[in-house]
């Protein structure tokens, strides 16, 4: 059988049991780790420090096409998307390991550019760059490693397994944005400058919500994880690592005006399924949603809540009161864009 | 100025200083990093004990063919690279993460296979993988990251920097085998199934040499790199960190009857620069390098002496008494092949 043919997660499923079939209990390796294959970030524990590890990379051609993100925003990306684990987690980063595959022909100034985008979300997150490796390729790529931690002294984090019924569930920010940006440099729509811009950024740039991240731990959200994948595909692995279900109200996502103008027939597929937008999912009781809605600077909007039922299902009620299984109305329609 | 012109050293030492101009001494990963770019590993300081961190990649048509390695080996050895960082510091694995770069048509099973090597080689040394990525890719490439530690409580390490003249310079094992394993194999050589096992092990399986960096740090030794550039390439690595020169007698290279037999005109070339060999080079005063060779089991052999000098310059003594310098009698040659 071909990895096309089983898909990521399913190989990922795989590639679990064998590690976890290896495990060796009398290790000092396996003795700390207390959250390996399966989160956003492994989490394992120093004498009083809980460290996270995570490692993702930015492939051409499969994650980014140069002739729609800049080097230096590549750069910015590449270490952000690691950085919005850690957020997820409600750490702190603290050193970063960078691999790149380069194919010979590229310039030195764009591996400068490269660099200079990454170390600019570093220096802005107190990220040292401390390491890395340089190899040929023929296809570009940037792995990044980060390690960071957890300040608390309770060692809690943000496990995507929290989950409960009766949760609330709750997003930062906004949704659908990076993929409108990603469709605009795509299809090279011509915006008004502030739109294109915020647009562009949402895609090109995103900012990992370490503060959020922080605050949510702080505040005794147990539960969250970065959307990457999209919405609904997060919210799924949420519900199946919990062992619960969700309904979201499509009317309460979040999404901003620039996205609905400029793709009004797709923001909501957007919003459900683009993916990308780095932004934090979390779950949790009704008051300290509350308790978190009066802290956070940054908006929150609770979209949807936990219920009790088959693990990992997610429903979406539209305005009208009707209930759909978004695995069929969402996500592979986008798919085919 | 394309990254073919400037070279894979030119191009670290630009990312270096890039990263050096970007230190916020406030920052307490900063403040906590003992070592950065430039050894084997990274160095930064937990509450008591020591960790490092490390990650090299595996890219198919740069670091290997598929009809010369099978994939378990592959994957062995995409861990064991790492590893053998980590002996050149001294250290103990602790965490490794993987990340891969997978074309849509491999098969399942290959990637099991790869994993299974991996997980031999973890068990072996106590390393847990605790997380990775998957990622399609149009060319296979294997990204593992390894944190480990440093258990002696005093935090010394084996630096690449602490070379001093009048050191002596020894090597465990063997030279130029796995160099001599990569060209059986291209060159389908039919040898006598000892030495074409011995030979190929060499090449796709190498045993990062855990047990004697340990060793070495352990009975006073402070200065260590791994073979993986070749002899002349990592010993000018040394002598550079250190600002020293080396002289190391031809005759005294510990080169295996099996290489000398199959390869009897390259024999001492692929000693010289073959590379890949994951032995441990270092140096150390007489005394303690009598220490070792009573301590340790595993054959270590001195092959010459720092010497005060043009730092990073590296000569060869021919049992002749013919002295030359081999970033013009070997490097470059061997590389013709």
């Known amino acids: 059988m071909k990895v096309s043919q089983i898909g990521q997660f399913g190989l990922i499923d795989l590639i679990s049991k064998l590690i976890e079939n290896c495990r ?8 700390n780790l207390r959250t390996g294959v399966g989160d956003d970030c492994a989490v394992w524990q120093g004498e009083r420090t809980c460290y996270l590890s995570k490692v993702d990379s930015q492939v051409q051609g499969v994650h980014f096409t140069l002739d729609i993100i800049s080097w230096r925003d590549l750069g910015w990306k590449a270490l952000a998307v690691n ?10 980063p603290l050193y970063a390991l960078v691999s790149l595959g380069l194919p010979f022909e590229t310039e030195v100034e764009n591996v400068i550019s490269l660099y200079k985008g990454m170390l600019e979300l570093a220096g802005q997150t107190g990220t040292a760059i401390i390491g890395g490796h340089i190899s040929a390729s023929s296809n570009l790529f940037i792995d990044v490693h980060v390690t960071g931690c957890i300040s608390s002294h309770n060692g809690l ?12 569930i709750g997003v930062t920010g906004w949704l659908g944005s990076a993929a409108a940006g990603l469709n605009m440099l795509r299809q090279k729509m011509v915006l008004e400058p502030p739109a294109a811009e915020y647009l562009k950024m949402a895609f090109a740039c995103p900012e990992p919500r370490l503060a959020e991240g922080k605050l949510l731990l702080e505040h005794g959200v147990r539960c969250a994880i970065d959307i990457s994948d999209g919405l609904l595909a997060d919210l799924a692995h949420i519900c199946q690592a919990s062992g619960v279900a969700a309904e979201i109200r499509a009317h309460y996502l979040p999404i901003r005006s620039e996205v609905k103008t400029a793709f009004a ?11 990308e937008d780095y932004q934090l999912l979390f779950t949790a009781s009704p008051s300290v949603m509350e308790a978190i809605n009066k802290v956070c600077s940054y908006p929150v909007t609770v979209i949807g809540e936990i219920k009790a039922g088959s693990p990992g299902q997610v429903f979406v009620i539209e305005q009208s009161g009707k209930r759909t299984s978004p695995s069929l109305a969402g996500w592979d329609h986008f798919k085919k864009n």
Chains 1, 2 share one sequence.
């Open 24 to 31: 060796q209990p009398q290790e000092e390796s396996w003795q």
């Open 83 to 92: 950085l919005s684990d850690i957020a997820a987690m409600g750490g702190k």
């Open 157 to 168: 984090v943000l496990a995507r397994s929290d989950a409960r019924p009766t949760d609330l």
């Open 265 to 275: 027939d797709q923001a909501f597929e957007m919003a459900l399924s683009g993916g």
